[in-house]
């Protein structure tokens, strides 16, 4: 089982380019989030889709876009990567809100 | 924003000791609080999804509680072994915007051999 699969795992980004960043699931979960984890930060939700079609604002969402065409794809996008957004991305999908969260792996994003 | 604290937020142990840590919240509008474990390296993996006041779970060495009323849960791990250093991260979920996570910002726990 794949579980929860996030591409590229590494990226180092120049100030004002963009990129995205792939969340994959394969577990038929409705409901998948977007976090950085900064030093002393803890997880801070950025974007989380409770359903295809579907996107909602976290705690951080500033910078960062959203979508999810497909039920088992979250895509997020940095229209214009700033050095503040140098993070480990941590992407998760959960059945529903009250079963346990599968993490990916996490995408370590460098912005110079 | 909510406030979810864990604490401590590191712990040294030997081997062979018991070990436990708290994760505190608000206890109004509580609607279920989950722990993971975090390996260095490696993604968050689910413990425990606890729901009730008074929940108690148990997986292998490591238990976990639950007090909604006062707003704590505790992590208990028995016997400490080398493989249980992680950060442990508790997340709460609230009424009325359930599909939020708020994390602790996790308590690191290193067992020496």
């Given at each position: 089982?794949?579980g929860?699969?996030?591409?590229?795992?590494?990226?180092?980004?120049?100030?004002?380019?963009?990129?995205?960043?792939?969340?994959?699931?394969?577990?038929?979960?409705?409901y998948?989030?977007?976090?950085?984890q900064?030093?002393?930060?803890?997880?801070?939700?950025?974007?989380?889709?409770?359903?295809?079609?579907?996107?909602?604002?976290?705690?951080v969402?500033?910078g960062y876009?959203?979508?999810?065409l497909?039920k088992?794809?979250?895509?997020?996008?940095?229209?214009s990567?700033?050095?503040?957004?140098?993070?480990?991305?941590?992407?998760?999908?959960?059945f529903?809100?009250?079963?346990?969260?599968?993490?990916?792996?996490?995408t370590?994003?460098t912005?110079? | 924003?909510?406030?979810v604290?864990?604490?401590p937020?590191?712990?040294h142990?030997?081997?062979?000791?018991?070990?436990?840590?708290?994760?505190?919240?608000?206890?109004?509008n509580?609607?279920?609080?989950?722990?993971?474990?975090?390996?260095?390296?490696?993604?968050?993996?689910?413990?425990?999804v606890?729901?009730?006041?008074?929940?108690?779970?148990?997986?292998?060495?490591?238990?976990?509680?639950?007090?909604?009323?006062?707003?704590?849960s505790y992590?208990?791990?028995?016997?400490?072994?080398p493989?249980?250093?992680?950060?442990?991260?508790c997340?709460?979920l609230i009424?009325?915007?359930f599909?939020?996570?708020?994390?602790?910002s996790?308590?690191k726990l290193?067992?020496k051999?």
């Amino acid at each position: 089982n794949a579980g929860v699969t996030q591409t590229p795992k590494f990226r180092v980004l120049k100030t004002g380019q963009s990129m995205t960043l792939l969340c994959a699931q394969d577990m038929n979960h409705e409901y998948m989030y977007w976090y950085r984890q900064d030093p002393g930060m803890g997880l801070r939700l950025i974007h989380y889709s409770v359903g295809e079609g579907t996107t909602a604002k976290g705690e951080v969402p500033d910078g960062y876009n959203v979508s999810r065409l497909k039920k088992q794809n979250f895509l997020l996008g940095l229209e214009s990567a700033a050095p503040s957004q140098t993070s480990v991305y941590f992407c998760a999908s959960s059945f529903t809100v009250n079963t346990e969260a599968f993490f990916g792996q996490g995408t370590r994003l460098t912005v110079v | 924003i909510l406030n979810v604290e864990q604490s401590p937020q590191s712990l040294h142990v030997q081997e062979g000791d018991s070990t436990n840590f708290t994760c505190s919240f608000p206890s109004s509008n509580f609607y279920a609080l989950h722990w993971y474990r975090w390996e260095t390296a490696k993604s968050p993996e689910a413990l425990f999804v606890m729901t009730l006041n008074g929940d108690e779970k148990k997986k292998g060495r490591i238990s976990a509680t639950l007090n909604t009323k006062e707003g704590y849960s505790y992590l208990y791990i028995k016997g400490s072994q080398p493989e249980d250093s992680a950060t442990y991260l508790c997340a709460l979920l609230i009424l009325y915007n359930f599909n939020k996570f708020y994390f602790g910002s996790g308590t690191k726990l290193n067992v020496k051999p």
